[in-house]
């Protein structure tokens, strides 16, 4: 298995551009999710989704849409693309979206470090 | 929703010293916990969990954490570390009955001296 793999490794991007933040697994997990990781802020939950066709707002959504139209990929887009979001992406899946107690761990990917000029 | 503090920001020890990593969170009622590890240039994995039972989780790698209710706190600990511990520690939080929403504390930086 690839696990979870992300495309682009590396991003620049101009204010105001566009871009699609690619993440796809392998493991069939119904639960996926995308974090943004700041210096001194740890990671943030952007948007997730517990299955194809459902997705869910986290933390910090603005300005990030997501979609899943099938189990394997949920990627993430910058409409307009802003300096404030420059950051490292981290896409994340589980087995389940979890129910009363659930533990399910989280695998990650291995992340797109995204500049906006 | 509930917030995970990191207290140590950076800690730098020699090998063989004993590490404990403080993570407190704001929820008041019943979590999950995890710690994950990145290593230099890795992805995030998982270190312990903890939901129910013992509160004492024992790890991969030697580490354990111990959840005290009362303190709101998940230490991570482990009695001898190497120089292969280096890495970026993260606390996790969810709530039990709507863990969709995990919660990370802003990290720690281990640096271990060989």
């Known amino acids: 298995n690839a696990g979870v793999t992300q495309t682009p490794k590396f991003q620049v991007l101009k204010t105001g551009q566009s871009m699609t933040l690619q993440c796809a697994q392998d493991?069939?997990?119904?639960?996926m999710s995308w974090y943004r990781q700041d210096p001194g802020m740890g990671l943030r939950l952007i948007h997730y989704s517990v299955g194809a066709g459902i997705t869910d707002q986290g933390e910090v959504p603005n300005g990030y849409n997501v979609s899943r139209s099938t189990t394997e990929d949920f990627p993430l887009r910058l409409l307009s693309a802003a300096p404030s979001q420059t950051s490292v992406y981290f896409c994340?899946?589980?087995?389940?979206?979890?129910?009363?107690?659930?533990?399910?761990?989280?695998?990650f990917g291995p992340g797109t470090r995204l500049t906006v000029l | 929703a509930q917030s995970v503090s990191q207290h140590n920001h950076h800690v730098i020890l020699s090998e063989a010293a004993s590490l404990e990593l403080g993570c407190n969170y704001s929820?008041?009622?019943?979590?999950?916990l995890f710690w994950y590890v990145q290593y230099p240039g890795q992805h995030l994995q998982l270190l312990l969990k903890y939901f129910s039972g013992d509160p004492l989780v024992k790890g991969i790698k030697g580490f354990e954490a111990e959840f005290i209710k009362s303190k709101f706190s998940f230490n991570l600990r482990k009695p001898s570390v190497q120089w292969s511990d280096t890495a970026e520690y993260f606390c996790?939080?969810?709530?039990?009955?709507?863990?969709?929403?995990?919660?990370f504390g802003a990290g720690t930086r281990l640096t271990v001296k060989p």
């Open positions: 929820y008041g009622g019943t979590v999950n």
């Open positions: 493991m069939n997990h119904e639960y």
């Open positions: 996790a939080v969810n709530e039990a009955y709507n863990n969709n929403d995990m919660r």
């Open positions: 994340a899946s589980s087995y389940s979206s979890g129910g009363p107690r659930s533990v399910d761990e989280q695998f």
